[in-house]
DNA sequence: TTGAAAGCGCTACCAA
DNA sequence: TTGGTAGCGCTTTCAA
């Protein structure tokens, strides 16, 4: 078995106690003492079970993290940022992938919930309700998604929208399509939302296509719809749509921004390697899960202030090769 | 604070030891008690404190999974299998994302190993000598890598090259240029002798053009020197750098397949979406977590039986439009 | 400044 | 079939 704090305390000839304290917190042990505790540690190799302490103490220093599909290239920038900010703060990771399953989403947050201080929910799939119940027992942080008053980093998908809006106007675009992303995601209400308002206010008109799955085969199938509607312009929920429609319209000889701009949303990773580059609305993921962190880490230390807290993080618009004038401008 | 087993004990007027039998080994409990107590742990919402448990049992039921970059596309796919099976057999995972340093690695494989009763590591950056040191103190199972007889999962890096030179010379190629990844990394070394292997038997020149990071601007940087080889046919490390490849062939009008055909390696989701759609060697990822959580769990039963168990998985070529015959065939 | 002892939640053993 | 007891590795009183 592994070495224990008994071994060190022997080695060292002092007892459990004082290699606790000594290890914890020094100032209360004679620095002698501490330094001979030090180097029997040290050779032993010894380093505490957290979860020993946590039995104690009652905090485990893990945090639990939950997304719906590491394969979506949203979450891995998200999940980065969460892991580097834990580490700093010394915090375990306890990661599940739930497949985009409600029920999966669930039960995990059950098993996990007993062995991490808080959790940090991805997207989460779940009802407001089931999610308002697990928040009233665990410390629990959603991102990219809000519900009432609980504890939230999230994007700003309105302004982004705005951005994207702006953009294609100021290039003379009248007449814009939007690809829905899934009806119950929260984020694509929110982009649709922004979407509608911006449209209008730009005195522009707006057509919206879909709800298509928010996949690269989703906006492969949205293109000629989108063709059909006779804009200059489209809009899609996220990238990876995007990245369909462009297929899409490459193969039917559409070029792009000559005949349509394409605009994303999320700014992942290949947007700015496929050609033409996709315009779109950067998100700043790892802020995301640092934030993430940061509100978990509050939330543990003092429930009452940050008990509601949200944090909505700017957005960026990215304009690259997909957007340009409108054909007859 | 949660509830707990005492608390689960007083309501169903029974000790804590029935408690405890009853919910593991219900066999030795009358069922009647068995009832009783059951529904009390219902009622009272009790699930048992895992780190507890694990503190006597000497099981934690964690696993814990160290990647070195959650970005790279390689990676999801191996995270879902593992996380899937890890799920069937009861397990929990720790993820920590290394972000490609091997010290950090270092660093999370001490810190985890306490908490876990196996760990599964995806293409370790650290040295031999570290892994060999690890691997006597914790269960460990490499993936994608190997080191001596240490417990590894692998991908049949030489037979995929053996099948993506069938593949070109079949078409009519007899000079190939091969872009290669970084010298320290395992799989890039098993790719380029596997290549050579393949391209001396077929009677093909090779060219070696890097090595470049495994990068899509690897592969930007790669494609001038390939053109300037006066080759008909490229191999790239992996598939981002393919990708960049053909991202900067593109830029300088030379058409593929037509001029010069492109391969990658591992198959990644963008590789069938880019136009023209990428030939590339596959990998069956998931299939590659789930062996690796197998082995772990073999290993966790019987260390004798399995501590040298070294399973290679198949890879099969996807052959896309990338590849075509030579230009003056 | 240090050590002894109690106990976190749980399981395993021995008696009954 | 059940309960009592000990103890996993650690921290934290309370005394000394």
Redesign the pocket.
Known sequence: ?????????RVA?????????????P????????DRVRRAAADLG?????????????RTANIGLIVPDLGNPFFPGVVKGIQARAREADYAVFLADTDEDPAAETQLVRTLA?QVDGLVLCSPRMSEQELRGFAAETPLVMLNRRVGRLPAITFANVDGMRQAVTHLTALGHRRIAYVAGPRTSWSNRERARGLRAAAASAGAALVEVGPVLPQFDGGVAAADPVLAAGVTAVIAYNDVIALGLLSRLHARGIAVPAEISVIGFDDIPMAAMVHPSLTTVGLPMESCGRAGVDLLLGLLQDPARYGTTRRELGTHLMVRGSTGAPPNA
Chains 1, 2 share one sequence.
């Open positions: 078995m592994a070495v224990t704090i008994k071994d060190v305390a000839g002092v007892s459990p106690s004082t290699v606790c304290r000594a290890l914890s917190t100032n209360l042990v004679r620095d002698e003492t501490c010894y380093s505490p079970n957290r979860a020993a302490r946590g039995l104690i103490t009652g007993k």
